[in-house]
């Protein structure tokens, strides 16, 4: 079942409360995880649920931490993320489908690194209420997994040992608190 009404309420990600975070397999062994600190966005919902009808979400591909500078930089070069060519990271959904009151697939384009392709994110309304200073929030936990060569990012070494040193599956994972935007 596909979310739809007329009367909407449009709510921003506030960017100081919410976070993108990625893993992938480093030496075929272990996993290498990082996140993205500026996120930015839009998501309209139905006047009477969380559920939105639709989401436009932008990362700040400079902002990528793996808690190593050298690999942030490269990470940020044209081998990867090339953020002075492709500075952001955007999802604009294409198709929201509810799957109970608290759950839904948000179908949609995720550009990365100058590639368009189609990805469809699991995520949970983790809940929703006030601040201290009487503001409505309402918070989303997202998950999906891609494969980093449908966006281009094709670099990698070779082990000595077989196999190579970055893998191809990249699990996300977002951590969203929204607030209503301001009028």
């Known amino acids: 079942m596909t979310t ?27 996993k ?3 996140s993205f600190s500026i996120l930015s966005g839009v998501i309209v919902l139905p006047a009477d649920s969380t559920i939105p009808t639709s989401i436009t979400a932008e990362i700040d591909a400079a902002t990528v931490d793996t808690r190593d500078a050298q690999r ?8 990867f993320f090339d953020v002075a060519t492709h500075p ?5 959904s294409t198709e929201i489908t509810t799957i109970d009151a608290t759950t839904f697939k948000a ?3 995720l550009t990365l690194h100058g590639v368009s392709a189609p990805v469809t994110l ?3 309304v983790s ?9 409505h929030r309402i918070a989303y936990e997202a998950e999906t997994k891609i494969n980093r060569k449908d966006f281009g990012l094709v670099f990698n070494i070779a082990l000595d040992a077989g196999g190579v040193a ?7 994972t977002l951590d969203i608190e929204t607030i209503p935007q301001p009028a």
């Open 32 to 34: 290498v995880r990082g």
């Open 122 to 124: 699991t995520v949970e």
């Open 88 to 92: 952001k990271i955007v999802f604009e």
């Open 72 to 79: 942030d930089g490269h990470l940020k070069s044209p081998d």
């Open 107 to 109: 179908a949609g384009t």
């Open 4 to 30: 739809s009404t007329t009367a909407t309420r449009t709510f921003i990600i506030d960017p100081s409360h919410s976070n993108a975070h990625f893993s992938i397999r480093h030496l075929m062994i272990a």
């Open 166 to 172: 970055i893998g191809d599956d990249v699990n996300i």
């Open 127 to 135: 809940g929703e209420g006030k601040d201290p200073y009487g503001n």
